[in-house]
């Protein structure tokens, strides 16, 4: 009846379905990586942070780098105000 028999392993020939055929259908990956200098193989934190600060020096569009300096700026005196700083204290009477 087949009790010593082993099973048969069945493959499946898979493809997904919007599978162009180029590359790995299961690899994840992210739209820009390819554009990007901050995503790879950023070895420490201090690696990262040097390659973050030149992407950001060197970027094209110096609009983006002004807003994003305002919204710390503004993120920052939030901060200030939550946990009570004196700003007095850097304007003369």
């Known amino acids: 009846m087949g ?3 082993l099973r048969k392993n069945k493959k499946f020939n898979y493809t997904p379905r919007y599978y162009k055929g ?3 259908p299961y690899e994840i990956k992210h739209k820009f990586d390819e554009h990007r200098v901050t995503v790879g193989n950023n070895a420490g934190l201090k690696n990262k942070f040097n390659n973050a ?3 950001f020096k060197n970027n094209p ?5 002004k807003r994003v300096l305002i919204i710390v700026a503004i993120l920052v005196l939030v901060f200030l105000f939550i946990i009570g700083f004196d ?3 850097f304007f003369s009477k």
């Open 3 to 5: 009790l010593l028999k």
């Open 22 to 24: 180029e590359g790995n």
């Open 53 to 55: 600060v030149n992407d």
């Open 61 to 65: 569009n110096k609009q983006a780098n």
């Open 87 to 89: 700003l007095s204290i």
